[in-house]
């Protein structure tokens, strides 16, 4: 996996990883790719910097290669109720020759924990999620960075945290509008579960380190232009997505590989080769 070394953001990228990292102030285990139920206490404010990148091939189609640095920011509303937007640069959009970068399509998103069950040593919780997606990614660009379009997020996920083990499961749906090219993206349905297990306990201030694994599925059903089903597009994929979280006190960071073990597409699509996740965070 070879990242391009010509970013104009990459020192930011690290800078603010770094700077994130070192600053001592607790956050919670965290799926690298799904969702988790805790909510930012009354008040607080979260920052979060996510680097990801993937690439997909195709016979007869050049290669895609994307990479971003998405900034998250949140706000506790209610111990229940957190706000958050995330900003999306797209550091380069490759398909064959064409490469393309700027700020990609912004997202704005609710999540609010309606049940909660606190035991000895572990918590249980039940979270929905609605949002938005919102039309700021240029699509006068080739390769374009946004669909044109608004998209409407909802989400559910039930989880346990406990002293030595994490688990989670939870489904989400994107339904998809008219964008650029009188194109409508197919809805998108996914779910995911994700274990993680503490390798050695240690006390509340120590460093919290948890191997994590998870099952990540992607559907999608066919797109439409101008009203017609578009053959080369929707589809299954599945993918097994090893990780980590690293906990200290109000920051984390956590990172994984989407590997593809099924993949099943419509047509002659890109199929994906691999995806990655490298994730800093910080509680205020």
Avoid at 244 to 261: A, D, E, H, K, S
Wanted: hydrophobic letters at 40%; proline letters at 5%; glycine letters at 12%.
């Amino acid at each position: 996996m070879i990242i391009p070394p010509r970013y104009w953001l990459l020192k930011l990228i690290i800078i603010g990883i770094v700077g994130i990292c070192l600053y001592p102030t607790s956050t919670q285990a965290l799926p690298v790719f799904g969702l988790r139920p805790p909510t930012l206490y009354k008040g607080g404010i979260g920052i979060e910097l996510d680097f990801k990148g993937d690439q997909s091939s195709a016979s007869g189609l050049s290669d895609k290669n994307q990479y971003f640095l998405i900034t998250g920011l949140f706000y506790g509303i209610t111990t229940d109720l957190t706000l958050r937007a995330n900003i999306p640069v797209v550091l380069e959009r490759r398909v064959g020759s064409n490469s393309s970068t700027g700020v990609g399509d912004i997202v704005l998103l609710s999540k609010y924990r309606f049940w909660r069950h606190d035991a000895i040593g572990a918590q249980d919780a039940l979270t929905a999620m609605v949002g938005v997606k919102l039309p700021t990614g240029k699509t006068s660009v080739t390769p374009s960075l946004g669909s044109g379009a608004f998209d409407f997020i909802m989400g559910l996920v039930i989880g346990r945290d406990s002293r030595r083990w994490t688990l989670s499961a939870d489904i989400q749906s994107v339904l998809k509008t008219e964008g650029s090219n009188n194109i409508r993206v197919g809805h998108q349905f996914l779910a995911n579960t994700a274990f993680g297990i503490r390798p050695w306990l240690g006390e509340y201030t120590d460093p919290d380190f948890i191997i994590m694994t998870e099952l990540n599925w992607r559907g999608q059903l066919r797109s439409t232009q101008s009203g017609a089903s578009l053959a080369n597009s929707g589809g299954h994929r599945l993918f097994v997505a090893p990780g980590f979280t690293l906990i200290y006190r109000n920051w984390g960071l956590r990172g994984g590989v989407q590997i593809p073990i099924y993949q099943e597409l419509n047509g002659n699509q890109r199929s994906d080769d691999y995806r990655f996740s490298l994730v800093a965070e910080l509680h205020l």
